[in-house]
């Protein structure tokens, strides 16, 4: 796959991301997709393909910080808030076990 593609590919999933992490905050909304746009624009005229691949990898784990480690929460009172969390960050929760489960 061309770097060309490689970029936009990365851009696209940041964008993406960015409308799943930040569902229904416009003002999150907003400021990752001028954060998105402003970085991308600083680095258009790179022509190093050492220093691109190094934004490309910058990129993708920018988009794992933001799929794993971002968590909405609302404030619906005074000292209270209502955690929103993603289908994909919810884990099955399974009690620790010292004996391993027997496979069938």
């Known amino acids: 796959m061309g770097t060309r593609l490689k970029v936009l590919g990365v851009f696209k999933t940041l964008h993406r991301t960015r409308m799943a992490v930040f569902k229904d905050d416009d003002r999150a909304l907003t400021a990752a997709r001028l ?6 624009r600083k680095n258009k005229n790179e022509t ?23 968590v909405q929460m609302e404030h619906v009172e005074e000292n209270k808030l209502l955690l929103r969390p993603r289908n994909d960050l919810l884990l099955e929760n399974v009690p620790y076990c010292d004996k391993p489960r027997e496979k069938s």
């Open 35 to 40: 954060k998105i746009n402003e970085e991308f």
């Open 48 to 70: 190093s393909e050492e220093n691109i691949q190094k934004l490309i990898k910058m990129g993708s784990d920018v988009d794992i910080v933001l799929r794993q480690g971002v």
